[in-house]
């Protein structure tokens, strides 16, 4: 029983491996982090755990895109404007 979990958690792991690799995530780890929490300890807990991680990530990435879409060019452009009046610490002179 445990082999089978064991087997079936790693081919899972490999395969988000190889997908991370293929799109060249800069964050894949969180995709096999995700994968460890979906992945239960039997073959029907993960399949029962699977649509409620689903969902809730399309309804993460809607409330995200939401957010995003109402800030707009705000966040880009910064407190000063679109070519950086505000540069900070580090920007030199301000």
Partial sequence: ??????????????????????????????ALLATITVMGTSASGTRTALWPAFGGTLAGAAVTA??????GDHLARGPGGPHGAHRGRFGGSS
């Fill in 1 to 30: 029983m445990y082999f089978q979990n064991t087997v079936r958690i790693a081919l899972a792991l490999a395969a988000g491996r190889l997908i991370v690799g293929a799109l060249d995530l800069s964050h894949g780890l969180w």
């Fill in 66 to 71: 939401v957010m995003l879409y109402s800030v």
